[in-house]
């Protein structure tokens, strides 16, 4: 545990980079730019996602993460102090969290904490420790599926979907690393091995977005329980939380090999449906051709993140480093703009999907396709950000 320990503390030490002139491969420029525009996008941080009023999500999560990777490696305290203001207007002295509420059971509520371990790690503020450990609370009770795999969220029953697996377990494994709980990592490897046993298809090797234990819901499949199609921005939320777990997951852990089969067989499975022309994926990852699907940016910018941080990190072969400069390069020019006020955006992002709910979503290859797209969803400005970073790192 001591090694990782110092791993944590030696990762706020950041090199000094400056970005003068931004090129498709200045992957620090990139960063730097996207980041830049986005606090002049929105100057609170809390405005991430388009929201009018202030709300504890992880979408400001994400991006709040991001940010705090660009400042470990610009060593500007413009990104820190952009996070912190953020990270101060939601969390009490006692460690309360405004506008979140543990009885909701929504595990998305976590991610948007995961950068509060930077933050009390850098800061020593007790306020942070407290807010994580009420985050963590919420895990003591959070319902779970006969396995052992957490529900997304309460309103979804008996229903483990992709996206949580990142919304849960960065989260959940860096608390037992922190904080010398080593129980946990077993139970954070459980949530994976539960959620690939159902939603994997064998034909593709790729992963469905979401299962239903009950079977119940119209979306399910009446034997599988799992839901129609393949929608890469969960694969996406899948990859990511399967480089980020491995980062701490012990290396003797029993079960981290099975994690690595995983994300080296959806590895391979996911760069046979890579968009040969553009270095990007279409919105339902496997029809391509089927009249209404698009590239976007999302998932592009999700894979592209996981796949360099897989080969910086020795997860994956080396040989994925192409498929990362592909998808990334493939972002900067197919999906970002630059502004009249000299900002830049990304286009082409998915805005929201799900499963089930009110309106009913039943996971139709015409219900993925008509969601809106709209430009600088924080979903595709933090791993963005993010993937330039780790590509920054392989270079």
């Known amino acids: 545990m001591k090694k990782t320990h110092l791993f944590i503390i030696l990762s706020f030490l950041g090199a000094s980079v400056s970005a003068k002139t931004v090129q498709t491969t200045d992957y620090m420029g990139w960063a730097v730019k996207i980041a830049d525009s986005e606090m002049k996008h929105n100057p609170e941080l809390w405005m991430a996602d388009f929201v009018k009023t202030p709300k504890w999500d992880y979408t400001q999560g994400l991006v709040a993460n991001a940010m705090l990777q660009v400042f470990n490696a610009t060593n500007d305290s413009v990104y820190y102090k952009y996070v912190k203001t953020f990270a101060d207007f939601f969390i009490q002295e006692n460690g309360e969290i405004l506008t979140y509420k543990k009885s909701d059971y929504n595990i998305d509520k976590l991610n948007g904490g995961l950068f509060l371990y930077d933050l009390f790690a850098r800061t020593k503020d007790r306020k942070y420790l407290n807010a994580l450990n009420i985050l963590r609370e919420q895990l003591y009770t959070h319902p779970r599926v006969s396995e052992g795999a957490f529900w997304h969220k309460k309103i979804y029953p008996h229903q483990v979907w992709l996206d949580g697996l990142y919304m849960g377990s960065p989260f959940y494994i860096r608390y037992g690393v922190i904080f010398d709980v080593p129980e946990i990592f077993s139970d954070v490897t459980k949530q994976f091995i539960v959620a690939d046993k159902h939603t994997l298809d064998p034909k593709t090797g790729l992963n469905y977005h979401g299962w239903d234990e009950s079977k119940t819901q119209k979306w399910a499949n009446p034997v599988t329980g799992q839901s129609p199609n393949f929608w890469s921005r969960s694969m996406g939320w899948y990859m990511m939380a399967l480089v980020d777990v491995l980062e701490y997951l012990p290396l003797d ?26 270095g990007m994926w279409y919105q339902v990852t496997n029809l391509p051709k089927r009249s209404g699907n698009y590239l976007e940016s999302t998932g592009t910018a999700m894979f592209a993140y996981a796949f360099a941080k897989g080969v910086n990190n020795g997860f994956l072969p080396a040989k994925y480093k192409k498929y990362a400069v592909s998808a990334f390069d493939g972002l900067v020019k197919n999906s970002t703009v630059q502004n009249a006020d000299g900002t830049y955006s990304i286009t082409k992002a998915c805005s929201v999907a799900g499963l089930g709910g009110t309106p009913y979503r039943d996971g139709s290859f015409e219900y993925y396709i008509n969601e809106p797209v709209r430009s600088d969803d924080p979903k595709v400005i933090g791993p963005f950000i993010m993937a330039a970073l780790e590509l920054v790192k392989m270079k």
């Open 253 to 278: 852990h029993p079960d981290r090999a099975k994690l690595l089969k995983i994300l080296n067989r959806l590895s391979a499975s996911l760069v046979k449906y890579q968009d040969k022309k553009t």
